[in-house]
């Protein structure tokens, strides 16, 4: 009986390259044997530097927009003057805390997303990364938000 690999070398290739994450390409054949040419078999997850690029590059279109809320926001401070009654107090108070915020966890949160593109791995990470860099600017925008909120 003739000797019979276990597995033919196309598929033993195909494996080896789905293992090291590259995009592995088999030839199509139709029904006679005949070759159609090299079909992608899967496209492959995206590049590690996606997420803190993304992340990066919309940062600065969003800060001109939080400034312009920071101003408002100031606004409404001064004109109410010394006595705000606490339904003003508390926006404000948000605002702040989301302005001394914008000052340290944004830039830290964007040095760790680029970080933690050194391993495929931190996937998950990176996106929490991602997602920490924006909640200052959400929590400028909210407290401003709070201040146009009718009361009773």
Excluded: K, Q
């Excluded at 400034?67 to 009654?85: D, F, K």
């Excluded at 933690?116 to 996106?127: D, G, K, M, V």
């Amino acid at each position: 009986m003739p000797y019979r690999r276990s597995r033919p070398r196309a598929a033993a290739r195909n494996a080896a390259t789905l293992r090291s994450g590259r995009i592995a390409r088999t030839p199509r054949r139709v029904p006679g044997g005949r070759r159609l040419g090299a079909a992608p078999t899967g496209s492959g997850p995206a590049p590690r530097w996606t997420v803190p690029a993304v992340a990066t590059a919309l940062l600065p279109h969003l800060v001109p927009v939080v400034t312009g809320l920071l101003w408002i926001a100031l606004l409404a401070g001064a004109a109410c003057g010394p006595v705000c009654e606490p339904a003003v107090r508390g926006p404000l108070n948000v605002v702040t805390l989301g302005y001394s915020l914008s000052l340290t966890v944004t830039p830290a949160a964007l040095v760790l997303c680029w970080l933690l593109a050194i391993r495929r791995s931190w996937s998950a990470a990176r996106w929490i990364a991602a997602g920490l860099a924006y909640v200052p600017p959400a929590m400028i925008t909210l407290g401003v938000m709070l201040l146009f909120v009718p009361r009773p």
